[in-house]
């Protein structure tokens, strides 16, 4: 969703205008590229919890050298990445995974590829996803699957993945989740597509990431400043939604997107991961001041 991102984030600025943008998913730096592209003396502030992902967004952006602060760490703390920086006139969230960490098998993010039930975004973290597989309670890991993918089955699961133990790695993994689930009830997707996004999710403690974005971003902007956030997941997609809504009620913000932007069709064609994408997007008032 690059052209919609372009046009929610940027709206109506101009090349020449000296502006401060954040990336908080800098990825490979394919968004972040058209930002800075667009707009040729903004800078951008660029953060990610992956290392790897890092450095290819640093190398993806060497034309914009000087342009660009590179932050390695959870977006949960954006306030101290851009406390220098301010006032930003944008902020970009892209949540969810990319097309690279899901191709290498090493990171364990795959279900189709045999890889170690890893699942860190940040390696530096301790817990993994063999802990939870390996080491949490039945019960505790059906209500982790049933709260972060609505995984239906997340019993039947949760209770082949213990009797299986030690589950070895992620092909292992996704044999046991499918195994649990009805053949009469199995979707479009994989059967153990939800188990793994659960496990990612719990793995990387996204929900309350996300949360503490929400609290912070909106008050890092500058009046008129603009906060858009893409989501792959549900229930992401209702915290950014209520998140929106309370700013707009507390009349702090504006929302931008009446209705949730969907990828067009076109795009969903050439790739069908982004089927799932979901575009919101505030503007903060004019009247209201950055947080400091």
Not at 55 to 69: D, I, K, M
Not at 187 to 216: G, K, S
């Amino acid at each position: 969703m690059a052209d919609e991102m372009e046009r929610y984030l940027l709206g109506e600025a101009r090349a020449g205008e000296r502006r401060t943008y954040c990336d908080c998913t800098a990825g490979s730096g394919g968004h972040a590229r058209r930002i800075l592209a667009r707009t040729s003396r903004s800078r951008l502030v660029a953060i990610d919890r992956d290392a790897s992902a890092l450095e290819r967004c640093r190398s993806s952006l060497r034309e914009f050298e000087g342009r660009v602060t590179y932050c390695h760490g959870a977006f949960s703390r954006i306030a101290e990445a851009v406390r220098e920086h301010q006032p930003i006139a944008g902020i970009l969230a892209d949540l969810g995974l990319s097309r690279t960490q899901l191709d290498d098998a090493g990171r364990g993010f795959s279900l189709r590829l045999e890889g170690p039930l890893d699942m860190r975004f940040d390696r530096r973290q301790e817990l993994c996803a063999w802990d939870l597989v390996n080491r949490g309670s039945e019960r505790e890991l059906a209500d982790l699957l049933y709260r972060l993918a609505d995984e239906r089955f997340s019993r039947r699961i949760a209770r082949a993945v213990v009797r299986a133990r030690p589950v070895r790695d992620t092909r292992h993994l996704a044999e046991i989740a499918a195994g649990a689930v009805p053949r009469g009830a199995r979707r479009r997707i994989h059967p153990a597509t939800r188990t793994f996004q659960a496990l990612r999710m719990a793995v990387n403690d996204e929900i309350r990431e996300l949360r503490a974005l929400l609290d912070a971003a909106p008050g890092l902007l500058a009046p008129g400043g603009r906060f858009v956030v893409i989501s792959f997941h549900s229930g992401e997609d209702r915290l950014v939604k209520h998140s929106f809504r309370r700013l707009a009620a507390a009349g702090t913000h504006r929302v931008l997107t009446r209705r949730v932007v969907r990828p067009p069709a076109a795009e969903v064609a050439r790739n069908r991961a982004s089927r799932s994408a979901r575009l919101r997007a505030v503007c903060r008032a004019r009247g209201a001041g950055a947080r400091k």
